[in-house]
């Protein structure tokens, strides 16, 4: 088994931070499904502004284009950063040469602009 990347939400902005919330990244609802990425699923965030790489949870989000800190990882990135929001799953060796994650890139507002490579079949 390894662990390959599943999906990526590419250069997403952070738009609220709640440092009082108990911790995760609640992300629209839209990138969410289009990504795969389910809710109190490990996420991976790479802040580019900062440098700042962290793991936590995925929350849904309601408003259109939300991506929000929240907890103590709201101290590790500026309302406007970019980040990138990856996923991860186990795939078997000889699946994993094959295995091709679902990219999606988004705009200043976080609306889709494009999708690339369908999530493979995954067999646990």
Do not use: W
Request: net charge neutral; aromatic share 6%.
């Amino acid at each position: 088994m390894r662990i390959m990347l599943k999906s990526k939400i590419h250069r997403a902005r952070v738009t609220q931070l709640n440092i009082d919330y108990e911790g995760s990244i609640t992300i629209d609802r839209k990138l969410m499904e289009e990504t795969d990425i389910l809710p109190g699923e490990q996420v991976q965030v790479l802040n580019v502004n900062n440098g700042a790489r962290f793991t936590t949870y995925a929350i849904e989000g309601e408003a259109s284009g939300e991506i929000c800190l929240n907890g103590a990882a709201a101290r590790l990135a500026a309302k406007g950063d970019t980040i990138m929001i990856l996923s991860y799953c186990y795939v078997e060796d000889d699946e994993a040469r094959n295995f091709t994650p679902k990219l999606v890139y988004v705009d200043a507002k976080n609306a889709i602009t494009k999708s690339k490579r369908a999530v493979g079949v995954i067999r646990l």
